[in-house]
């Protein structure tokens, strides 16, 4: 760790872990401009109790981390709900986030099926969408969802429960994958065939 | 307020599916229709239907994924295996992700793994959330049976019914409808072979050997190969049945008694 401007820096590799006990044993220092996820549902007392039973169910499991994009998707989701943040800053900082989701779905191949739910859930809820789609409400089910990602292995009632806080947004959809449109099942054949010969 | 069995109508598995995947302009009839004939119930024995067709396709899909070393290979195994609708579903899920495969296999791999594996958990939850009533008249030992989603083990399976597995009462389920179902095998032994669907010859075959037998054949995987059958008699204490099997209900309905209303699901397709 070196010392600069009064701010203590660590290595990046460190920011999950740091991230992690913050607000909880109060030594670890401030890496993170964005307020904690505690700060933000004060505003939402009903919110703050169902997600706190999240925390508490899965205290144990956030002592690990292999997905260090995990650490940065928090930091940019907790920002996207700061206040002071322009409408653009916030879009960007949302774009950045899914990104970060994204790019942690690609890597996501040997970890836990909890996790790849969680995350799944939440990439198709923001798939083609916006900020502005989202109330400040359902951007916090989104905070909760990355930060109990950050463990690597959640629970099966997390997973329970952010579908549940997710779904009682409307935020869960069905993918549409069954069609009986006879033009749509020609072109899924020809893709198909593209996709089995590999040449795309 | 309790609402009563007879208040209510039953639907179809292939009604439910049909509301919540497929087509925008036929989900949007199907929610429509049901919204009509409120308050709907479904046979618990739909979620051994479902499971053994939507939840088990789409397991399928994920674990050729993961054991596949490329795209190509994926979708050359998920076609020999899972034939052209399991594919198709797969490759819906591939556009409407905008999946881009020039990226490295592992990462494809990863991100499809990640939305198949969600896209399971929440089919299953909203099938058998998506309705307030499940009936189990004769209490389906499968029907029990939920999806196991944990660590890495995907379990789909359903196992053939055994003594040692099954505590069912699908056999006093069976005689007390036995005359019922005497009439309807005469009724259906009437018409020319040609004209009875292949589940059709089935249903007969089964009635038929219960009647010689004293006993209904449970053992296996008789039930799921008469699905149309069960959940028709289960609708006898509803209203009556929704559902788009019309080859199957339009003859049995008469025969067995009950009411059948019928979502033509081919008129809402888009074209």
């Known amino acids: 760790?070196?010392?600069?401007?009064?701010?203590?820096?660590?290595?990046?590799?460190?920011?999950?872990?740091?991230?992690?006990?913050?607000?909880?044993?109060?030594?670890?220092?401030?890496?993170?401009?964005?307020?904690?996820?505690?700060?933000n549902y004060r505003s939402n007392d009903e919110l703050f109790r169902q997600l706190r039973t999240v925390n508490r169910s899965s205290k144990k499991n956030r002592k690990t981390e292999s997905?260090?994009?995990v650490g940065r998707a928090y930091e940019l989701i907790g920002k996207v709900i700061y206040e002071d943040v322009t409408l653009v800053e916030r879009s960007n900082l949302f774009d950045e986030w899914k990104e970060h989701l994204l790019e942690i779905s690609y890597r996501s191949k040997e970890a836990d099926i909890n996790f790849r739910q969680i995350l799944g859930f939440v990439l198709s809820a923001v798939n083609k969408k916006d900020v502005i789609d989202f109330k400040k409400e359902e951007i916090l089910i989104f905070?909760?969802?990355?930060?109990?990602?950050?463990?690597?292995?959640?629970?099966?009632?997390?997973?329970?429960?952010?579908?549940?806080?997710?779904?009682?947004?409307?935020?869960?959809?069905?993918?549409?994958?069954?069609?009986?449109?006879?033009e749509r099942i020609k072109d899924l054949d020809d893709y198909?065939?593209?996709?089995?010969?590999?040449?795309? | 307020m309790t609402i009563s069995n007879q208040q209510q109508w039953l639907v179809d598995t292939d009604i439910q599916i049909h509301s919540l995947i497929g087509d925008k302009s036929v989900?949007?009839?199907?929610?429509?229709?049901?919204?009509?004939?409120?308050?709907?119930?479904?046979?618990?024995?739909?979620?051994?239907?479902?499971?053994?067709?939507?939840?088990?396709?789409?397991?399928?899909?994920?674990?050729?994924?993961?054991?596949?070393?490329?795209?190509?290979?994926?979708?050359?195994?998920?076609?020999?295996?899972?034939?052209?609708k399991t594919s198709r579903m797969f490759a819906l899920?591939?556009?409407?992700?905008?999946?881009?495969?020039?990226?490295?296999?592992?990462?494809?791999?990863?991100?499809?793994?990640?939305?198949?594996?969600s896209e399971l958990f929440v089919l299953w939850k909203k099938f058998t959330?998506?309705?307030?009533n499940i009936l189990d008249e004769f209490n389906c030992s499968r029907a029990k049976e939920e999806p196991v989603f944990q660590g890495n083990v995907r379990n789909t399976s359903i196992p053939r019914c055994r003594l040692d597995n099954t505590n069912c009462s699908i056999r006093q389920f069976f005689n007390h409808h036995?005359?019922?179902?005497?009439?309807?095998?005469?009724?259906?032994?009437?018409?020319?072979?040609?004209?009875?669907?292949?589940?059709?010859?089935?249903?007969?075959?089964?009635?038929e050997e219960t009647i010689t037998q004293g006993d209904f054949p449970w053992h296996g995987t008789t039930c799921r190969r008469i699905g149309d059958l069960l959940i028709a008699l289960q609708s006898k204490q509803c209203e009556g049945l929704i559902s788009s099997n019309k080859k199957e209900h339009a003859l049995m309905h008469s025969s067995l008694g009950y009411s059948f209303i019928e979502f033509p699901v081919a008129k809402y397709r888009l074209k």
């Open chain 1, 67 to 69: 997905l260090s994009s």
């Open chain 2, 178 to 207: 036995l005359d019922e179902l005497k009439e309807l095998n005469r009724y259906l032994s009437n018409i020319p072979t040609g004209e009875l669907t292949s589940e059709l010859k089935v249903i007969v075959d089964v009635i």
């Open chain 2, 27 to 84: 989900v949007d009839a199907v929610i429509s229709l049901k919204n009509q004939h409120s308050p709907c119930a479904l046979s618990a024995f739909s979620k051994v239907e479902f499971k053994g067709n939507v939840i088990q396709d789409l397991c399928l899909v994920v674990r050729k994924i993961k054991d596949s070393d490329s795209i190509a290979e994926a979708v050359q195994r998920i076609l020999a295996t899972g034939g052209r």
């Open chain 1, 192 to 200: 198909i065939d593209i996709l089995s010969k590999g040449a795309f």
């Open chain 1, 143 to 182: 905070q909760e969802s990355t930060n109990i990602l950050r463990s690597i292995n959640p629970k099966k009632i997390d997973v329970e429960k952010i579908y549940r806080l997710l779904d009682n947004h409307n935020l869960i959809e069905v993918n549409q994958f069954f069609t009986g449109d006879e």
């Open chain 2, 129 to 132: 959330n998506g309705i307030t």
């Open chain 2, 93 to 117: 899920l591939c556009q409407h992700f905008e999946m881009d495969f020039t990226r490295p296999w592992t990462q494809v791999q990863g991100q499809l793994m990640t939305i198949l594996d």
């Open chain 1, 1 to 39: 760790m070196e010392i600069e401007n009064n701010r203590v820096s660590v290595p990046e590799i460190y920011h999950d872990a740091q991230v992690q006990d913050e607000g909880r044993k109060n030594k670890v220092v401030n890496i993170n401009s964005a307020p904690s996820y505690q700060e």
